[in-house]
């Protein structure tokens, strides 16, 4: 089961809004995809959840959405706390039940 | 509050073994399945294992099936990976992750905990 690919580096200016993607195949990114954000040394943290949804306590400015076989992470008004590590998750029907992003490194300019 | 924490990390041989643990607190554990998610050093995340919140399946990535085996204890709140035929590439920050559903399916990681670090080398 091979990663599903991000950008391996991303960068905005604060207030701007960027897009992270996240391609993989029709089965491995359907209704299931999660977004975390991982700021070196500290626990992950679920942004969003089966595509879209947002969990209580998470920013409005950050949001997800799919096309076709690649899923897209958007932040929005950029701030400087925003810089950190993104991945996307995917549950498949693989033997590998999870499968996650390459991963994508946020730069605040 | 939701707190996962790992211990159990090391240095091991290659070949060796290692038994990792989470201790939960802040939900109902036993009506969660909880999963190991590992890092390797200046890699990405990794999926490694599943065990449904009523222990009654778990599940494994092709990289350590039949090597790990893990395992939960509701009465004290607690899982574990036992870690048996040690490989360099077995190298990682290891997590437990909480999953997002309440007896249901499992499809996404809401609560992490911080991680502790095997170390596979001779």
């Known amino acids: 089961q091979s990663a599903l690919t991000q950008p391996a580096s991303v960068s905005g200016s604060p207030g701007q809004s960027i897009t992270i993607s996240c391609t993989g195949t029709?089965?491995?990114?359907?209704?299931?995809v999660s977004w975390y954000q991982h700021h070196p040394g500290k626990a992950p943290k679920l942004l969003i959840y089966e595509v879209s949804y947002r969990p209580s306590g998470v920013s409005h400015r950050f949001s997800g959405s799919k096309s076709g076989s690649t899923a897209s992470l958007t932040i929005s008004g950029l701030q400087t706390e925003d810089e950190a590590d993104y991945y996307c998750?995917?549950?498949?029907?693989?033997?590998?039940?999870?499968?996650f992003g390459t991963g994508t490194k946020v730069t605040v300019l | 509050e939701v707190q996962l924490v790992e211990s159990g990390g090391g240095v091991v041989q290659p070949g060796g073994s290692l038994r990792l643990s989470c201790a939960a607190s802040?939900?109902?554990?036993?009506?969660?399945?909880i999963h190991w998610v590992r890092q390797a050093p200046g890699k990405g995340l990794e999926w490694v294992s599943l065990?449904?919140?009523?222990?009654?399946?778990?599940y494994y990535a092709d990289s350590v099936k039949g090597r790990f085996t893990i395992s939960r204890d509701d009465s004290k709140n607690s899982l574990y990976l036992q870690m048996n035929s040690l490989r360099t590439e077995d190298t990682a920050l290891y997590y437990c992750?909480?999953?997002?559903?309440?007896?249901?399916?499992?499809?996404?990681?809401?609560?992490w905990g911080q991680g502790t670090l095997v170390t596979v080398s001779s």
């Open positions: 998750s995917s549950f498949t029907s693989s033997s590998t039940l999870y499968v």
């Open positions: 029709s089965t491995d990114v359907g209704e299931y």
């Open positions: 802040g939900f109902t554990f036993d009506d969660y399945s």
């Open positions: 992750a909480k999953d997002g559903t309440r007896r249901g399916y499992y499809h996404y990681f809401d609560s």
């Open positions: 065990i449904r919140w009523d222990g009654g399946a778990t």
